[in-house]
């Protein structure tokens, strides 16, 4: 992935990991051996990962952080492009041939779905291989594992199920994710979600507000909804919330000071939301809203169900907004037959949006999908060059626009201390990243204004405003 905006926080030390204090209930949990979990992919598969480990605990495993201390091996795969899918493939063969005492090994996630049992014939030394939408069966399977079975398998997809866990093993002490739909009804024509995650299900209002509640009992201020398409949110419940119900709903927890959401899709994405970030200032004001491609052919040939046109209405009704609304997207370059003019309606449409900060991909063919078999493929090299030109018009969009923002005064939520004295960093609500100096100790976790002194295409520089 090329990311033109540096959301990480890189040189920075976050705060102490995995602070949320576990249940009384993994005292009285049998000690079953220790486990070791990698993620790869997006941050669906980070929080599913949370929850897995959670799952884990519960059941008296203990985590460890490397793959030599422990008896149980997952790795929770991503299969979106082949490269991130290649990955996985690297680690299980690191196993081939290795003496000792065997270890348990697992696939999760979008891989295991995608291959299934293929993954048994092409790394026998796997014993699981479990899709998402089968993790709410991820304690039955376990049991199979732990009674002797060599070969355990969860691969259905026509589950009607989220995957609700009564403990999440949560990896970042300041923004809690809590999935609000799974799955994806949509039906791009480049994307393996629908096949790796199944359709899509929303999670009923109540339990979410609940789980919400203990987030905010916990001490979480800040909470990020997530879905592949998270204003799709349909309530299964009598109650019938909105998507736009629903986070108003959550800005009024006591506790919560910010609410995220992502990601969002362009089709299902309604006056009615913006309205709900002018409304609540917990709301927070930045929106992912995937183009993918900027020409009305190219859209119609991914299957994204809006050209254009109906694309920049979206847009024109955030940058209409009483409030300041970030933009960021995901752009995909060389899908089969982009023509050089239709690449250039893409950059003609990130200099009409300006996104704050983009996500781009060369295209890559994955199975199951319908572009896999499309004609025309674009040259590797080709879809290097349109990648290198997209991040150079993304580079200066941002730099304009960042140096734009000296002398503001943002609200920052602290989540990282540099190493260097003095040195903090973290977000605003428009999930900008603000690098800054204060002389108060103790800042992580809490929220400061921030004078912006200066800026870098990736991120703001500023100076605590005592
Ligand atoms: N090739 C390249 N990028 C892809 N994405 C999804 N599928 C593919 C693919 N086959 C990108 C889209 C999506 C993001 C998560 O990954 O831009 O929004
Ligand atoms: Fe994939 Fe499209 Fe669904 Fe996003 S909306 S997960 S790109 S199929």
Same mark, same amino acid.
């Given at each position: 992935?090329?990311?033109?905006?540096?959301?990480?926080?890189?040189?920075?030390?976050?705060?102490?990991?995995?602070?949320?204090?576990?249940?009384?209930?993994?005292?009285?949990?049998?000690?079953?051996?220790?486990?070791?979990?990698?993620?790869?992919?997006?941050?669906?598969?980070?929080?599913?990962?949370?929850?897995?480990?959670?799952?884990?605990?519960?059941?008296?495993?203990?985590?460890?952080?490397?793959?030599?201390?422990?008896?149980?091996?997952?790795?929770?795969?991503?299969?979106?492009?082949?490269?991130?899918?290649?990955?996985?493939?690297?680690?299980?063969?690191?196993?081939?041939?290795?003496?000792?005492?065997?270890?348990?090994?697992?696939?999760?996630?979008?891989?295991?779905?995608?291959?299934?049992?293929?993954?048994?014939?092409?790394?026998?030394?796997?014993?699981?291989?479990?899709?998402?939408?089968?993790?709410?069966?991820?304690?039955? *399977? +376990? =049991?199979?594992? %732990?009674?002797?079975?060599? !070969?355990?398998?969860?691969?259905? #997809?026509?589950?009607?199920?989220? $995957?609700?866990?009564?403990?999440?093993?949560?990896?970042?002490?300041?923004?809690?994710?809590?999935?609000?739909?799974?799955?994806?009804?949509?039906?791009?024509?480049?994307?393996?979600?629908?096949?790796?995650?199944?359709?899509?299900?929303?999670?009923?209002?109540?339990?979410?507000?609940?789980?919400?509640?203990?987030?905010?009992?916990?001490?979480?201020?800040?909470?990020?909804?997530?879905?592949?398409?998270?204003?799709?949110?349909?309530?299964?419940?009598?109650?019938?919330?909105?998507?736009?119900?629903? *986070? +108003? =709903?959550?800005? %009024?927890?006591?506790?919560? !000071?910010?609410?995220?959401?992502? #990601?969002?899709?362009?089709?299902? $994405?309604?006056?009615?939301?913006?309205?709900?970030?002018?409304?609540?200032?917990?709301?927070?004001?930045?929106?992912?809203?995937?183009?993918?491609?900027?020409?009305?052919?190219?859209?119609?040939?991914?299957?994204?169900?809006?050209?254009?046109?109906?694309?920049?209405?979206?847009?024109?009704?955030?940058?209409?907004?009483?409030?300041?609304?970030?933009?960021?997207?995901?752009?995909?370059?060389?899908?089969?037959?982009?023509?050089?003019?239709?690449?250039?309606?893409?950059?003609?449409?990130?200099?009409?949006?300006?996104?704050?900060?983009?996500?781009?991909?060369?295209?890559?063919?994955?199975?199951? #999908?319908?572009?896999?078999?499309?004609?025309?493929?674009?040259?590797?090299?080709?879809?290097?060059?349109?990648?290198?030109?997209?991040?150079?018009?993304?580079?200066?969009?941002?730099?304009?626009?960042?140096?734009?923002?000296?002398?503001?005064?943002?609200?920052?939520?602290?989540?990282?201390?540099?190493?260097?004295?003095?040195?903090?960093?973290?977000?605003?609500?428009?999930?900008?990243?603000?690098?800054?100096?204060?002389?108060?100790?103790?800042?992580?976790?809490?929220?400061?204004?921030?004078?912006?002194?200066?800026?870098?295409?990736?991120?703001?520089?500023?100076?605590?405003?005592?």
């Amino acid at each position: 992935m090329q990311k033109a905006f540096d959301i990480g926080l890189d040189s920075l030390v976050g705060g102490e990991l995995g602070s949320v204090p576990e249940s009384s209930f993994l005292a009285n949990a049998p000690q079953r051996g220790t486990f070791y979990l990698e993620t790869f992919g997006c941050q669906m598969n980070e929080h599913d990962s949370e929850k897995v480990a959670g799952v884990l605990l519960s059941r008296g495993y203990r985590q460890v952080d490397s793959v030599e201390a422990a008896s149980f091996v997952l790795y929770n795969t991503c299969s979106i492009r082949e490269k991130a899918a290649q990955k996985v493939f690297s680690r299980l063969g690191e196993f081939r041939g290795v003496s000792g005492e065997p270890k348990k090994i697992g696939v999760l996630g979008c891989v295991a779905q995608q291959e299934g049992e293929k993954i048994f014939h092409r790394s026998p030394w796997v014993s699981l291989v479990c899709g998402s939408a089968s993790y709410s069966k991820l304690p039955e *399977l +376990l =049991a199979q594992l %732990e009674a002797g079975e060599k !070969r355990v398998t969860g691969l259905d #997809t026509d589950t009607d199920e989220t $995957f609700e866990t009564e403990l999440t093993r949560r990896d970042n002490p300041w923004r809690a994710y809590l999935t609000i739909i799974e799955g994806c009804d949509k039906a791009c024509s480049y994307c393996v979600v629908p096949f790796t995650r199944g359709p899509e299900r929303s999670r009923a209002s109540d339990s979410i507000l609940r789980e919400l509640r203990q987030l905010a009992e916990l001490g979480y201020t800040e909470v990020q909804f997530l879905g592949q398409t998270v204003n799709s949110y349909a309530d299964p419940s009598s109650r019938k919330m909105k998507f736009s119900e629903l *986070l +108003l =709903a959550a800005a %009024e927890m006591p506790g919560i !000071r910010r609410v995220r959401f992502t #990601t969002s899709h362009p089709r299902d $994405f309604g006056r009615d939301i913006v309205e709900a970030i002018e409304t609540s200032d917990r709301i927070c004001n930045h929106v992912h809203l995937p183009v993918q491609s900027g020409s009305t052919r190219v859209l119609r040939a991914m299957q994204r169900t809006y050209s254009r046109e109906e694309y920049l209405q979206k847009i024109a009704m955030m940058r209409e907004a009483k409030k300041q609304i970030t933009i960021t997207s995901d752009i995909i370059v060389g899908f089969p037959g982009e023509t050089e003019k239709e690449f250039e309606e893409t950059l003609s449409l990130m200099e009409a949006v300006k996104y704050e900060s983009v996500f781009s991909f060369k295209y890559s063919p994955r199975p199951n #999908t319908s572009a896999q078999s499309m004609p025309d493929a674009i040259p590797e090299e080709e879809k290097s060059r349109r990648l290198a030109v997209l991040l150079e018009l993304q580079r200066k969009i941002q730099s304009e626009a960042n140096e734009k923002l000296a002398g503001n005064l943002f609200d920052v939520h602290v989540e990282g201390k540099s190493r260097k004295e003095n040195q903090w960093s973290g977000h605003t609500s428009c999930y900008r990243v603000v690098n800054f100096s204060s002389s108060q100790p103790d800042l992580l976790g809490s929220y400061v204004p921030v004078k912006v002194t200066s800026a870098t295409p990736n991120c703001l520089i500023g100076k605590h405003e005592l």
